[in-house]
């Protein structure tokens, strides 16, 4: 078996080799410090701590649970709220917690559809994305009845006035707002008022989403009506793979109940070593993350402008394409030329541009498309501005683009250039420093 153990060890150097080397365009990826990969990289991997710190089912936890409080601590002076749970392993798990305390299987809940941005936990039990039966965690594990929201595809957000007769008429218990294609933000101001005049409680999923509140962009859920705001600690937030809720609540109860749904409901062991991650993650994040945050965004319509002026068909130029750290690019006039998301994905993929393809919200409806192949690219700006990239960087990125999906040039004759371009962004940016580079292996051995 030691074969084995060399030959994982093998693929993982490879696949460290392959970040070196790559643009990585995943919205839903960052890259954490090296602080961070240390605490990560530790026996709390080993630990249990079920419970609350000062209040574990398991001994040994001493030194545990003063990181623990740390760590919520800081996500309370970050996002500026009065309560902060670090413990779900994940965005979906938070997402579980948030309906298993507002909601009970049976009620409805109104969210956003997939193909408008809404994410598969947010999902109903038999949902179906073209021709595919999907299982929504929502549905399948809450027993929650889903009623979608209404999404304006010029504007590329919840319609309000036809959301607004959706609420009214199906009075939902829960009403979410957030999403996985996310350009600008959602209008919880005004359909929390109407969610409010039916009774419904307010969510908010800000998995995407969740550095940009952090640092003061984009939008403040807790502050524009939402009780709940629930996340992934990965995404904008540069944090390791896990899970948040916060909530402004005073009351006591409330906070139980809330602590409850996580645990013992939702969990057992909470991953240590994450919190622990997730603890320096927000350090960092107090101390850069508003300079990081701006030129995420900046970078994101520095991006968007870029690719638009050589020819691609960039989502809401009328709005300035984004607010976010995401664009969405259309890419239904290369059908009959390299195809659409999933061909295009694959192309940009041989010269180590990783990106991957979405749906667009008259996919399914109106072109018949799926998932598979659809007519969308979804592009982020996180992970390239924490190795330390600005403007100038992002129309070098649009122009390799350009090559290979407008001039067709063969993808291996670009891949020497992103090679050469990748080799002056090693580091990890906006975080204290370290030796360390960004995807350098760690031999333990
Ligand atoms: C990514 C995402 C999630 C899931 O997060 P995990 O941490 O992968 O479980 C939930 N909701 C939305 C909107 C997302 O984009």
């Not at 968007?304 to 809401?316: I, K, N, P, S, T």
């Not at 030329?337 to 940009?348: F, R, V």
Request: proline content about 4%.
């Amino acid at each position: 078996m030691i074969e084995k153990v060399k030959k994982i060890k093998k693929l993982l150097i490879h696949h460290h080799d392959l970040f070196k080397n790559a643009i990585p365009l995943i919205a839903s990826e960052n890259v954490t410090s090296v602080q961070c990969r240390e605490a990560c990289n530790t026996d709390l991997s080993h630990r249990y701590a079920e419970g609350w710190p000062g209040e574990r089912v398991y001994a040994g936890c001493e030194y545990l649970d003063e990181i623990e409080s740390m760590c919520g601590e800081l996500a309370k002076k970050y996002f500026n709220c009065k309560f902060a749970d670090v413990r779900p392993i994940s965005g979906v798990v938070a997402n579980l917690v948030m309906f298993t305390a507002m909601t009970n299987p049976g009620d409805t809940m109104c969210a956003m559809p997939i193909p408008s941005g809404g994410h598969i936990s947010h999902g109903p039990k038999y949902g179906r994305i073209s021709k595919r039966l999907i299982n929504g965690t929502a549905g399948a594990v809450h027993g929650l009845d889903i009623e979608y929201l209404k999404f304006d595809w010029d504007e590329m957000n919840i319609d309000i006035d036809a959301s607004a007769k959706v609420i009214r008429e199906k009075k939902p218990k829960l009403l979410l707002f957030g999403g996985s294609v996310f350009l600008f933000p959602h209008p919880v101001k005004e359909l929390s008022e109407v969610g409010r005049e039916v009774g419904a409680r307010i969510g908010y999923d800000g998995a995407h989403v969740l550095g940009l509140i952090g640092s003061g962009y984009f939008q403040d859920p807790l502050a524009e009506g939402a009780e709940i705001l629930t996340g992934s600690t990965h995404k904008t937030l540069p944090g390791p793979q896990h899970g948040i809720v916060l909530s402004n609540t005073e009351d006591e109860e409330e906070k139980e109940l809330l602590k409850k749904c996580a645990f013992p409901a939702m969990l057992s062991n909470h991953h240590l070593h994450n919190v622990a991650g997730l603890a320096v993650t927000l350090a960092e994040m107090i101390e850069f993350g508003k300079d990081y945050h701006r030129q995420v965004i900046n970078n994101a319509k520095a991006l968007a402008q870029a690719l638009y002026e050589r020819g691609f068909d960039v989502l809401c130029e009328k709005k300035g394409f984004t607010e976010s750290h995401q664009v969405v690019v259309n890419v239904a006039k290369f059908e009959n030329s390299i195809g659409l998301g999933g061909d295009i994905e694959k192309a940009l993929e041989k010269a180590n541009i990783i990106l991957n393809r979405n749906l667009l919200p008259w996919d399914i409806s109106r072109d018949k498309r799926s998932y598979i192949n659809p007519g969308g690219l979804r592009i982020g700006t996180s992970e390239i501005t924490r190795l330390g990239m600005k403007e100038k960087e992002m129309d070098q990125i649009a122009e390799f683009m350009k090559k290979i999906v407008i001039d067709e040039t063969d993808p291996l004759k670009i891949l020497e250039q992103v090679k050469e371009f990748r080799k002056d962004y090693q580091k990890v940016h906006y975080c204290f420093p370290a030796k360390t580079n960004a995807y350098e292996f760690i031999n333990f051995e």
